[in-house]
């Protein structure tokens, strides 16, 4: 049994009612702040699976190919990876005839490295009809059948491991829309961290039903009730085009300091930005707090940086050669580069771009234009 796992919950974009039953986070983090810090945007979107529910009904397939065949064909019609010219996502071999699909087991359709995570779109096989019931249920009682306390509740989750260390969720709340009860076959979607996944490792991915129980804010217990199988994963290449800014654009932060936009990395799927600023050097360290009150000065600190930040992300755009554009979304994660640069890592919403067709940037009050 797993004892004392954080939850972390997603924030952001996410309605707020559904921030319990989207995103549960399951990784075991020291109580570093830099760590905390450099994992709290990146965990706010580890294995969310909610794109599944847009590109998969619980509808009839289509008879002459297996449900994984489809599933990737529908998969790779979504996310427009030909109209885009998308080269660094993968495509794995699959089963086409019916007849042949797995009853067990679990099968991985596609891939793709977007800088931050290996992205996994697997399907669970063998996930029944009462498995789904009990994965959309959520009860008042322990294990022991006790009331649980006011704040505390009991539920079912599948995630996913790797080499059987740090836990993943793979799950979506709109369940029934990524389940095939014909061939109960479940699609999901996993992110992995490219922290967590070194160039050249590979990793066993294994899948697992948990039967959690939170008893507070920062407490839970969990069991596995099942396991579906395991596969081997590797992270895969991924193409960036560098662009940088002819000036830098520059923010303030109050008392805190300044900083400056100098750039950014274009990929399929998203943008990375390319800023420096005056926190970097407290906010990408470890700290020992003497007291409560030190620690607390440094988060208003932190938030303080990352909410000047994120404002300036979240309202840039993207215009593409045809003339049309895009809004860049939240950051999902920050990494430091060399010296005080930082990379913020943020998505182009749901699909991908094509990476080379991005004529210019507006961020900051500032547009620059790329041949």
Not at 95 to 110: K, M, Q
Request: aromatic content about 8%.
């Amino acid at each position: 049994m797993l004892d004392s796992i954080t939850l972390l919950r997603a924030v952001g974009e996410i309605r707020e009612e559904s921030v319990l039953d989207t995103i549960r986070v399951l990784h075991l983090l020291d109580d570093q702040p830099h760590q905390q810090h450099k994992y709290r945007k990146v965990l706010r979107v580890i294995l969310i699976a909610a794109i599944i529910a847009a590109l998969m009904g619980a509808t009839a397939y289509a008879i002459g190919k297996s449900i994984q065949r489809q599933r990737q064909e529908e998969l790779r019609n979504t996310l427009q990876i030909d109209e885009n010219d998308v080269t660094d996502y993968m495509e794995y071999p699959l089963v086409e005839e019916p007849e042949n699909t797995p009853t067990e087991g679990v099968t991985i359709l596609s891939t793709i490295n977007d800088g931050e995570f290996q992205r996994l779109w697997v399907v669970i096989n063998g996930v029944t009809t009462e498995m789904i019931e009990r994965l959309m249920s959520s009860e008042q009682v322990d294990w022991a059948g006790q009331s649980l306390p006011l704040n505390g509740h009991r539920y079912c989750r599948i995630h996913a491991t790797l080499d059987g260390e740090s836990y993943f969720e793979a799950m979506t709340t709109h369940v029934l829309d990524g389940y095939d009860s014909e061939s109960q076959t479940l699609m999901t979607e996993c992110d992995i961290p490219l922290l967590d996944l070194e160039e050249g490792r590979k990793a066993i991915l294994s899948f697992v039903m948990l039967d959690h129980i939170d008893y507070e804010l920062d407490h839970s217990e969990a069991e596995i009730v099942c396991q579906f199988g395991s596969v081997e994963v590797e992270r895969t290449g991924q193409a960036i085009r560098v662009v940088w800014f002819p000036e830098p654009v520059p923010f303030e932060n109050g008392s805190y300091g300044k900083g400056e936009f100098l750039g950014a990395e274009i990929t399929a799927s998203g943008i990375n930005w390319i800023l420096r600023h005056d926190g970097v050097s407290q906010m990408y360290r470890s700290h020992e707090f003497s007291d409560e009150a030190e620690k607390q000065t440094y988060r208003e600190m932190e938030q303080s940086w990352l909410a000047v930040i994120e404002g300036l992300e979240r309202g840039a755009v993207i215009r593409f050669a045809d003339g049309s554009s895009r809004e860049v979304g939240l950051p999902l994660s920050s990494s430091l580069s060399e010296g005080d640069i930082v990379k913020d890592h943020c998505p182009c919403g749901r699909g991908t771009i094509n990476l080379y067709q991005v004529v210019s940037i507006t961020i900051g009050g500032k547009t620059f234009s790329f041949e």
